[in-house]
T-cell receptor, first 116, second 113 residues
Framework: GAVVSQHPSWVICKSGTSVKIECRSL??????MFWYRQFPKQSLMLMAT?????????EQGVEKDKFLINHASLTLSTLTVTSAHPEDSSFYIC????????????FGQGTRLTVV | AQSVTQPDIHITVSEGASLELRCNYS??????LFWYVQSPGQGLQLLLK??????LVQGIKGFEAEFKRSQSSFNLRKPSVHWSDAAEYFC???????????FGTGTRLQVFP
């Protein structure tokens, strides 16, 4: 299957700083990328959907000014957690797909964010 | 609204035993259904998917799932579990008219030797 890579795998930052997480599709062009948040021992919660060259569509309750998403190319999307606080600590996972609704999305390995 | 229910939060089986993980969905039309596996601290790997056609779907690692419309279920099965199958398993449904996936709460599988 296709490969999606996230970087970094884990990051620790100080409260009030911003953190950028990258999601890259290594061997295909990702027209659509998704960002999820996963709390310990819970399911994945979709945060936003981004299409290359367009503004991201955020799910209800997700602060777009807090979680900045950029999908500037067909192989890269970034999630920036601005002014991070301890409650933003979580596991963030991206996925990417190259086709329509009945095509498979491939997941990155996730990024563990800890805000201290 | 679409939803996915995985009734079993945690399942423990012995290595070599058979396995069935339950998944029920709520959906207004023929759903796209998926099973993913997640190892600790990792992303998700697709085990299998159902879009249409044969209701018994074969996946990777010896897993299969059966779509039963009458029961709104898509249960995952494996005839003989290996220790390496210990992980978190998520059932998901493709949301109507979108690219989104709606995930169940997951079932944690523990395998004893």
């Amino acid at each position: 299957g296709a490969v999606v890579s996230q970087h970094p795998s884990w990051v620790i930052c100080k409260s009030g700083t911003s953190v950028k997480i990258e999601c890259r599709s290594l061997d295909f062009q990702a027209t659509t990328m998704f960002w999820y948040r996963q709390f310990p021992k819970q399911s994945l919660m979709l945060m936003a959907t981004s299409n290359e060259g367009s503004k991201a569509t955020y799910e209800q309750g997700v602060e777009k000014d807090k979680f900045l998403i950029n999908h500037a190319s067909l192989t890269l999307s970034t999630l920036t957690v601005t002014s991070a606080h301890p409650e933003d600590s979580s596991f963030y996972i991206c996925s990417a797909k190259s086709g329509g609704m009945n095509t498979e999305a491939f997941f990155g390995q996730g990024t563990r964010l800890t805000v201290v | 609204a679409q939803s996915v229910t995985q009734p079993d939060i945690h399942i423990t089986v012995s290595e070599g035993a058979s396995l069935e993980l339950r998944c029920n969905y709520s959906y207004g039309a023929t759903p796209y259904l998926f099973w993913y596996v997640q190892s600790p601290g990792q992303g998700l790997q697709l085990l299998l998917k159902y879009f249409s056609g044969d209701t018994l779907v074969q996946g990777i690692k010896g897993f299969e799932a059966e779509f039963k419309r009458s029961q709104s279920s898509f249960n995952l099965r494996k005839p003989s579990v290996h220790w390496s199958d210990a992980a978190e398993y998520f059932c998901a449904v493709g949301a109507l008219g979108t690219d989104k996936l709606i995930f169940g709460t997951g079932t944690r599988l523990q395998v004893f030797p």
